[in-house]
T-cell receptor, first 112, second 113 residues
Framework: DAGVTQSPTHLIKTRGQQVTLRCSPKSGHDTVSWYQQALGQGPQFIFQYYEEEERQRGNFPDRFSGHQFPNYSSELNVNALLLGDSALYLC???????????FGDGTRLSIL | GESVGLHLPTLSVQEGDNSIINCAYSNSASDYFIWYKQESGKGPQFIIDIRSNMDKRQGQRVTVLLNKTVKHLSLQIAATQPGDSAVYFCAENIGGGSYIPTFGRGTSLIVHP
């Protein structure tokens, strides 16, 4: 039973570039949430997708956008990258809204 | 207590000791609380949860205590093992049909053999 998988595991970009991160939810899960975890901090909620729509959003600028596909997988896109976007990006999935989430191991994004 | 910059609060214990990790939460409307364990290079892993209508819940080697009066959670780990070394986060959830945990800053647990 595959858990939440994220790709790539590591990524290096420069300021101003754009990046796309990918997530496959745990088998049977239909809801995907994305979090940003800065070094030494707890994860911060970015947004949540269910039925291919953004259902909730945290306090992140519009440079952060996402998408959910019919197979429930999801992408996180970040435009106009800033140095402060360097972080671990975590994807979590659940079976429906209001259910406990299972986390992937994240994508480590470094901005130079 | 609070730390500055990148330094997490740290708890160092000897193998076999009991560990207690504390957490203060911020929102009195929170009705569901979760403890996560995060090992280096991994995502957060669910340990145990508790709802606001309870004040204690036990799992395997772990116990969570909830004091709503002072908005305080604690995680007790019995007979701590080197494999328990990790960063531990408490998270609160306001509920209302959603599950969007708000994470605290975390405590680093170091278990010495």
């Amino acid at each position: 039973d595959a858990g939440v998988t994220q790709s790539p595991t590591h990524l290096i970009k420069t300021r101003g570039q754009q990046v796309t991160l990918r997530c496959s939810p745990k088998s049977g899960h239909d809801t995907v949430s994305w979090y940003q975890q800065a070094l030494g901090q707890g994860p911060q909620f970015i947004f949540q997708y269910y039925e291919e729509e953004e259902r909730q959003r945290g306090n992140f600028p519009d440079r952060f956008s996402g998408h959910q596909f019919p197979n429930y997988s999801s992408e996180l896109n970040v435009n106009a990258l800033l140095l402060g976007d360097s972080a671990l990006y975590l994807c979590a999935s659940s079976l429906g809204l209001g259910q406990p989430q299972h986390f992937g191991d994240g994508t480590r994004l470094s901005i130079l | 207590g609070e730390s500055v910059g990148l330094h997490l609060p740290t708890l160092s214990v000897q193998e076999g000791d009991n560990s207690i990790i504390n957490c203060a939460y911020s929102n009195s409307a929170s009705d569901y609380f979760i403890w996560y364990k995060q090992e280096s290079g991994k995502g957060p892993q669910f340990i145990i949860d508790i709802r606001s209508n309870m004040d204690k819940r036990q799992g395997q080697r772990v116990t969570v205590l909830l004091n709503k009066t002072v908005k305080h959670l604690s995680l007790q780990i019995a007979a701590t093992q080197p494999g328990d070394s990790a960063v531990y986060f408490c998270a609160e959830n306001i509920g209302g049909g959603s599950y969007i945990p708000t994470f605290g800053r975390g405590t680093s647990l170091i278990v010495h053999p």
